[in-house]
């Protein structure tokens, strides 16, 4: 979900029984690098890249009616599982704050595919989920404070109610400029464009990020999760080591923000969101052979109407062929 596909990954497997058939992403995100315990708190994420010439033909039929696939002769795949948590400013106040976001946890499944060129990448996710006592936040974040004797969350009885999530997304990568083509030391410029509809989240949203390193791979950025416009969770196995660093912009136009403004239908009533967002981020990223890792802070401006601050976090990644 979220991931840039390539076609270049098959040829990985193609004459070499002994090379790996898939790539492994684990992500971590947490407000803990930013000292902080609010908000969005936590996500989790764990995806596989396949090497497969074909995806399931549902999804290849939905990624055909979107600009960049007409043409595309074979389109890799991945499944991806998330995991979120929501919670207002502060978790210890038994009672829900009427001008604060809801409790909220979000357990949900991504197919996407896309296309990798020289100049960009275009990707389809289709995404499905629950959200509310299901998604089993209150179990997961009160275990989770218990084992590093943090602050435990009493307000999860006042969290959404159950509610089913069915998410579409499109984005394209282009890359704008670059300096250093085929040398040691090189940037890029690229910008990104999309929008994601579902119950969950619904917003267009653009930005752009510059690199700036050594043996730049060929990707767009390590990977965050939803609503995030996540990177590339694809890269190329080289037996040169590569590191850089990148700081990005992206902006959103929110139009529904399940776990902000609360259930479609019934439920449990949120708070106004704001429908202008904005983030930026800096991070770096290192490539050894089958592994790369790669750190992003994040700052993102208020997103509902009565937020006391702007928030951060950070999101970690590893990724490994196997």
Do not use: C
Not at 141 to 159: C, E, F, K, M
């Amino acid at each position: 979900m979220l991931l840039a596909l390539a076609v270049g990954s098959m040829t990985l497997a193609a004459d070499d029984s002994t090379a790996p058939r898939g790539l492994w992403v684990i992500e971590y995100e947490n407000d803990i690098f930013a000292g902080e315990d609010r908000y969005y708190t936590s996500g989790v994420r764990l995806s596989r890249i396949d090497t497969a010439r074909t995806v399931p033909g549902w999804l290849e039929s939905i990624a055909q009616r979107f600009p960049g696939f007409d043409d595309a002769k074979a389109m890799p795949y991945a499944l991806s599982i998330a995991h979120n948590i929501y919670t207002p400013a502060d978790i210890t106040d038994p009672q829900f704050p009427p001008d604060d976001r809801p409790y909220a946890a979000w357990l949900h499944a991504k197919f996407s595919t896309g296309t990798l060129t020289r100049h960009g990448a275009d990707r389809v996710r289709v995404g499905v989920g629950i959200v509310g006592p299901a998604a089993l936040g209150k179990t997961i974040q009160t275990n989770a404070h218990r084992l590093i004797d943090s602050p435990r969350p009493i307000g999860w009885s006042q969290q959404l109610k159950n509610e089913p999530t069915l998410q579409l997304g499109y984005d394209r990568f282009r890359t704008l400029a670059l300096v250093g083509a085929n040398q040691p030391w090189g940037a890029d410029l690229a910008g990104i464009g999309g929008i994601n509809l579902g119950n969950a989240h619904t917003h267009p949203y653009a930005g752009g990020f510059v690199r700036l390193g050594y043996q730049l791979p060929r990707d767009f950025g390590p990977p965050r999760i939803t609503p995030a416009a996540s990177g590339s969770g694809y890269f190329e196995i080289s037996d040169q080591r590569s590191f850089y660093v990148y700081a990005g912009w992206e902006g959103r136009r929110v139009v529904r923000d399940l776990f902000i403004e609360g259930n479609t239908i019934g439920g449990r009533d949120g708070v106004s969101k704001r429908r202008r967002v904005a983030e930026v981020y800096a991070g770096v990223v290192y490539t050894q052979g089958p592994l790369r890792l790669a750190y992003t802070h994040v700052w993102r401006t208020r997103e509902f109407v009565g937020q006391i601050s702007s928030h951060d976090y950070g999101a970690f990644s590893a990724s490994i062929w196997w």
